[in-house]
């Protein structure tokens, strides 16, 4: 059985922005800065993966710990890996140092021309595709496990309008934006596709969780 | 003490939408129909109004309650009043029947002139006039006990604009509309001046409380 795809974790503002406005290299979430994750960072998961103690054990942990288990590759857009103005500089190597938390291989769609990048566990992968021919390079990769959907809210909606997700968690942090990247721009009647029901989570968030129906 | 401008049960779509595109006389909601209240519908409340017997008994029904008690007057955008083409005709009486539920002095804002219009337990007054001048006659209608901010989107904006509400509720339907009127545009940062909170709901919807932090 081949690998379902999944969108978790993904954060967005009350009014719907996955990201704000005036992204750089500095601040990849532009004006909302770190507003949208700090449930994340106050997980117990996360500070270990932090090399801090403590943490909330609660809904949100467990959550964040399902997102890194099970999956074995990741597909990620150009406005994940970098988003600075212009293309990827040559000697970007992403956001997460030399032992970045994937340890799967991962796709990035971008029109840019770029050799592959093997850092210590992960192997970033560039492609100029089509989300259906990146999600079955994923699946290939992952040999039956799954394919993490990883951001940012471009590629989601791209993936979610071709109907190639299988399972969505969003996590709405009260908080408005106002500006930015929408996730939900262009998604009319999802419902129809999805069983979308929310479910409570620790530190004033709320989390929205979709399951594909089968058709 | 004068009383609070109060939102309540203010339906919208996961995608952050009030009402839907295409609103006419017949589908005061646009394309999205009944879609955003069928947890109001549902609940012993709003059946027992409607001469119908049973009806959900929880969160909702309290909220709905709520909605219903301790109100002096209501303030109205033209776009909960009358939601056809053009001005509002002369015959119209609203989408409420003989005896409107509000039971309480309703001012209408619209650049229309208009007589008021008495019907049973419930007068309209349209008025001309600002946010601020609209709420400082409604607290005097009301004596005292607090008043109903009605709608329709573009009213609630432009009283969160105006700073003019003390607390808001408003439910999120798991629905995506996609298109229509959005009731958060332009309220960037209103976390800074409302302490929000998610309430899980019955039926599948999530209530969102926000009260303004005093000054």
Known sequence: MSGRLKLSNFAV???GFGTGEGLTEQEPFGHAGHRLHPWMMATRFWREMAGQEGGSTGVNNEF???HWDGFGAEIMGRGKFWT???PIPDEWQGFWGAEPPFHTPV???THQQRDDLQLEGTRFLFRDTTPQEALAEARELAAGLDVRLGGGVRTVREFLEADLVDELHVVIVPILLGRGQRLWDGQEALEDRFDLRFEPGDDGIMHVVGTRRRA
Chains 1, 2 share one sequence.
Do not use: C, F, R
């Open 84 to 86: 600075g103005a212009g």
């Open 64 to 66: 964040l710990k399902a």
């Open 13 to 15: 503002s009350l009014d």
């Open 107 to 109: 796709i990035v769609l």
